[in-house]
């Protein structure tokens, strides 16, 4: 129940049958919380969105790859995939351990290090107008009932492109969103296996990951 005292209701999928009724309801895309019916203020993971404005996927590709050495450097595992949009989403595991503000917080601290490497084309202003075109760095997506493009989701888009898990090998030069697509997905999950298993493992020491930050990234 809100402030004004509206209820809201919302589906919870829980299996092949859920997904299949969405479907049937002309559901194209599925934009899932980042946390479970079980413990709703506490994010299964924390995302780093990277959503380019007039950007080469290549400056999309190396922003994504500074993010990945910045977490690296803090012993924080990250799981890649590609929007299915324009952009790619960098997740990181938490395990339902931290709340929304935390999580909040935490991306907040990756992106302002990602955008000290690359200022020239990378903003943090949520305002679309005073970022003069640049790469959004987005970590207030981590935040109570905000969604975003689920791993191997449909978008609504030309070709009918698929928000697909990557291996970081993949994360280089020449990636493209269009290279993942409604025909080509299924032939790729069963070569691939699930590379987003690992967001829904084990997740990170926040204190302790906070503490190498600091030391590493005086």
């Known amino acids: 129940m809100t402030d004004e005292g509206k209820v809201t209701k919302y589906l919870v999928g829980t299996d092949e049958a859920s ?14 919380w980042f946390s479970r ?3 709703p203020d506490n994010p299964d993971y924390c995302v780093i969105d990277l959503d380019p404005d007039k950007h080469t996927y290549d400056q999309v590709v190396e922003a994504a790859r500074i ?18 949009s324009t952009g790619m989403h ?34 943090l202003e949520r305002s679309i107008a005073a ?11 981590n935040r109570p009932g905000a969604t975003i493009a689920g791993p191997y989701s449909l978008r609504p888009k030309p070709g009918a492109t698929v928000s697909m898990p990557l291996s970081w090998d993949e994360v280089k ?5 269009q290279h993942f697509n409604i025909h080509n997905a299924l032939g790729r999950l069963k070569e691939t296996g699930d590379l987003f298993h690992g967001v829904l493992g084990e ?16």
């Open 19 to 32: 997904l299949l009724w969405m479907n049937s309801l002309g559901c194209i895309e599925i934009n899932p």
């Open 37 to 39: 019916a079980e413990t």
């Open 67 to 84: 993010t990945k050495d910045i977490l690296d450097a803090i012993d924080v595992p990250s799981y890649p995939k590609t929007s299915g």
């Open 90 to 123: 960098i997740y990181i595991p938490l395990e339902a351990k931290y709340t929304y503000q935390q999580s909040q917080l935490f991306a907040n601290i990756i992106v302002k290090l990602v955008h000290r490497q690359i200022p020239d084309y990378t903003s």
């Open 131 to 141: 970022r003069n075109g640049k790469m959004y760095l987005d970590f207030l997506q």
């Open 173 to 177: 030069p020449g990636l493209t969103t």
């Open 203 to 218: 997740g990170i020491d926040l204190e302790k990951t906070l503490k190498k930050a600091q030391t590493v990234f005086k």
